[in-house]
T-cell receptor
């Protein structure tokens, strides 16, 4: 069956540390993968998109890797801050370049001061 | 900032009522989506549209219906609301390949 799994429901880290979130998928061959941030009661906000031919993408303190062999993406937040506390969602394009996006359940990140 | 708007933000209604959740975007995006999300749970795609006069059902079976008569407008309708329809409904739009822009959501409670 097709699945998108994010490594844990919740992750707690200390301010200043690097947060690493994992997204694994099975039985999909996405052309690209996206990461979103969602705050309670709000709609998700797009963070990064990485294509299948890209190994790594960076944006300020964010870094995403994409390994199509392992069927895994890692999402890193360096020098984390309490304001980074939110739920982070990965999403896959499941119909190859048609933007039919399916979401994982998300990982709730808490950064403690 | 994304220009996609959902109304109402909150709605509490009784069983059996007909409701329409409105979604409008001013970005000229062809593709639009409706996702359903229960608190703390994942988003489930219930409907999407590739453009005017195009509507498709998503993965999660839903008793709701949608229409796409204008590019900017993608309303969702429940003919007869039930308590099982209580949830948050999120509308989004996108270019063909790229980021999704989400509205703030409509939180529906059916008593």
């Amino acid at each position: 069956s097709q699945k998108i799994e994010q490594n844990s429901e919740a992750l707690n880290i200390q301010e200043g540390k690097t947060a690493t979130l994992t997204c694994n998928y099975t039985n999909y061959s996405p052309a690209y993968l996206q990461w979103y941030r969602q705050d309670p009661g709000r709609g998700p906000v797009f963070l990064l998109l990485i294509r299948e031919n890209e190994k790594e993408k960076r944006k300020e303190r964010l870094k995403v890797t994409f390994d199509t062999t392992l069927k895994q993406s890692l999402f890193h937040i360096t020098a984390s801050q309490p304001a980074d506390s939110a739920t982070y969602l990965c999403a896959l394009d499941i119909t190859y370049n048609n933007n039919d996006m399916r979401f994982g359940a998300g990982t709730r990140l808490t950064v403690k001061p | 900032e994304a220009d996609i708007y959902q109304t109402p933000r909150y709605l509490v209604i009784g069983t059996g009522k007909k409701i329409t959740l409105e979604c409008s975007q001013t970005m000229g995006h062809d593709k639009m989506y409706w996702y359903q999300q229960d608190p703390g749970m994942e988003l489930h795609l219930i409907h999407y549209s590739y453009g005017v006069n195009s509507t498709e059902k998503g993965d999660l079976s839903s008793e709701s219906t949608v229409s796409r008569i204008r590019t900017e407008h993608f309303p969702l309708t429940l003919e007869s609301a039930r308590p099982s329809h209580t949830s948050q409904y999120l509308c989004a739009s996108s270019v063909v390949t790229g980021e999704l822009f989400f509205g703030e959501g409509s939180r529906l409670t059916v008593l």
